[in-house]
Nanobody, 120 residues
Framework: QVRLAESGGGLVQAGGSLRLSCEAF????????MGWYRQAPGKQRELVAI???????NYADSVKGRFTVSRDNARDTVYLQMSRLKPEDTATYYC??????????????WGQGTQVTVSS
């Protein structure tokens, strides 16, 4: 069973920075994509940023230029550096890992979530 261990959430003032980390434990397959989603109260979960093992990245328009996703493939770890935070970034942030298609199927894993609160 794969476990995603997240850390780094907290309370920060608008304009500040936070760094989230997520390490995957127990995967039998390489993780093609790792990244972050978020969910604010009353809203659907949305993509924040994704990084593939090949080095490509994808960001939500709302965070481009402010957030940076990076990976340490050797450690199955993904990071999210968040800068110039805004109150609208307040949400629970979930780590996501996706094996892509394997000979046994595709597996998608989620972390338990870490709260990010940005005060105005």
């Amino acid at each position: 069973q794969v476990r995603l261990a997240e850390s780094g959430g907290g309370l920060v003032q608008a304009g500040g920075s936070l760094r989230l980390s997520c390490e995957a434990f127990g995967s039998s397959f390489s993780l093609n994509a790792m990244g972050w989603y978020r969910q604010a109260p009353g809203k659907q979960r949305e993509l924040v940023a994704i990084s593939t093992s090949g080095g490509s990245t994808n960001y939500a328009d709302s965070v481009k230029g402010r957030f940076t996703v990076s990976r340490d493939n050797a450690r199955d770890t993904v990071y999210l550096q968040m800068s110039r935070l805004k109150p609208e970034d307040t949400a629970t942030y979930y780590c996501n890992a996706d094996t892509g298609v394997t000979h046994l199927g595709r597996y998608v894993y989620w972390g338990q979530g870490t709260q990010v609160t940005v005060s105005s």
